[in-house]
């Protein structure tokens, strides 16, 4: 699993999304998404285009004078919440083994679709065809992503590998550590100016929040016992919290000014 920051411009879409993700329930009036999208240059027009594009395309739908998520995008949100949580259960050793059946029958889209719902699911690829992680995960995690993954696949829990995977070979944990190092420290230096009330901090701190919350859907969610002793996992979410609380109390009273 490679790393990367993900510095790519944000679109008029990519902004409104994000916002949406970020609020919960996923809903707001039009004004307030206008008014997002205008902290990082996109015009009015152009966010209201791109709100029109995602109802196209079934991502959201007009709900009494705003927008609400929907589609592929609440699927979305929910992972997103889920990885925040970090959920898990104990683990007593076993691993958990996807074999991929019939792979010659499916198409190119179809094997892509297939790949996506196994990353989604937190499993690794041990080699073509065979998928897998301990077993600490509820079995009815990504439902969404199950069901896709069900279509090709054979399940073995329960499983006692021997000798067991090194974690390292499977998982990029020091590149995780290494981000998640890097968005601690922007969430530090972005601190003060969002528990002083300034909005001078929303762009930049928007920009964070999706980064910290993309990486947190890159997070294995291995058993402690698999992991670094100085895995920063914990505190990521534990200081993601804190900074998320000071983010949106800024936001709320940016968006209460503009009334």
Known sequence: MSLDRNTRPLTARSVLASVLLGTDPPRLPTTQLVRTAA???????????????????????????????AGRL?????????????DTRSWDGTWE???????????????????DALGALRLSELREGAWARPDNLLPDRAPD??????????????AIPTPPPDPT?????HGWSIVAGELRGDMTGLLPTLEAGDPAGLADGFVTSAAVLRHLQADPLLPSALLPDDW??????????????????????WFSAAR
């Open 39 to 69: 902290l990082f240059g996109i015009s009015e027009g152009s966010a209201r285009t791109a709100l029109s594009r995602m109802v196209s395309a079934g991502e959201a739908v007009p709900e009494d004078g705003g927008y609400r998520l």
């Open 74 to 86: 609440v699927t979305r949100q929910v992972r997103q919440a889920a990885s925040r949580r970090a």
């Open 97 to 115: 083994l996807v074999t991929v059946e019939g792979d010659g029958a499916r198409s190119p889209a179809d094997r892509a679709a297939l790949r």
């Open 145 to 158: 992503a199950l069901a896709v993954a069900e279509q090709w696949c054979r399940w073995w829990r329960g």
């Open 169 to 173: 070979e499977l998982w990029d944990l």
């Open 232 to 253: 920063p996992g914990k505190a990521l979410r534990r200081e993601y919290d804190a900074y998320d609380a000071a983010y949106r109390a800024v936001l709320r009273a």
